[in-house]
């Protein structure tokens, strides 16, 4: 049976795609070239699915969340928090997986901040 390698991608529609681009480069560093391409650093991915109506996304019209990998999570906090990011007060331990944290971009997408073991 033929498998997926890995995640090829990740699209989301904006209102402002190109201020949203940015928002990703300024706020959490992803620096895409003129297509879209970033180089990630190896490691794990998750994939995980949840009931219709969960809460876990923030809003029950985001079908989606996507989860970027920190190395230090307080620290991205901090950061999104000094460049006026929308960051969820809380944060979540899982035992043997790590910390977790959110911030809610500029389109109003809850996006997930994940400091692996």
Same mark, same amino acid.
Request: proline share 3%; glycine share 10%; charged share 25%.
């Given at each position: 049976?033929?498998?997926?390698?890995?995640?090829?991608?990740?699209?989301? @529609?904006?209102? #402002?795609? *190109? $201020?949203?681009?940015?928002?990703? !480069?300024?706020?959490?560093?992803?620096?895409?070239? =003129?297509?879209?391409?970033?180089?990630?650093?190896?490691?794990?991915?998750?994939?995980?699915?949840?009931?219709?109506?969960?809460?876990?996304?923030?809003?029950?019209?985001?079908?989606?969340?996507?989860?970027? @990998?920190?190395? #230090?999570? *307080? $620290?991205?906090?901090?950061?999104? !928090?000094?460049?006026?990011?929308?960051?969820?007060? =809380?944060?979540?331990?899982?035992?043997?997986?790590?910390?977790?944290?959110?911030?809610?971009?500029?389109?109003?997408?809850?996006?997930?901040?994940?400091?692996?073991?």
């Amino acid at each position: 049976m033929e498998r997926v390698l890995g995640i090829g991608g990740y699209f989301m @529609r904006a209102a #402002d795609p *190109a $201020a949203l681009s940015s928002w990703y !480069r300024d706020c959490l560093g992803v620096d895409t070239d =003129e297509n879209g391409l970033w180089h990630q650093q190896a490691g794990p991915t998750v994939l995980a699915t949840f009931e219709s109506d969960t809460d876990y996304f923030g809003s029950l019209t985001q079908q989606t969340m996507l989860n970027f @990998r920190v190395r #230090d999570l *307080a $620290a991205m906090l901090a950061q999104l !928090r000094a460049k006026g990011a929308d960051v969820a007060e =809380e944060t979540q331990d899982m035992e043997g997986v790590g910390r977790f944290g959110w911030v809610t971009d500029p389109e109003g997408n809850r996006v997930e901040l994940w400091q692996s073991l």
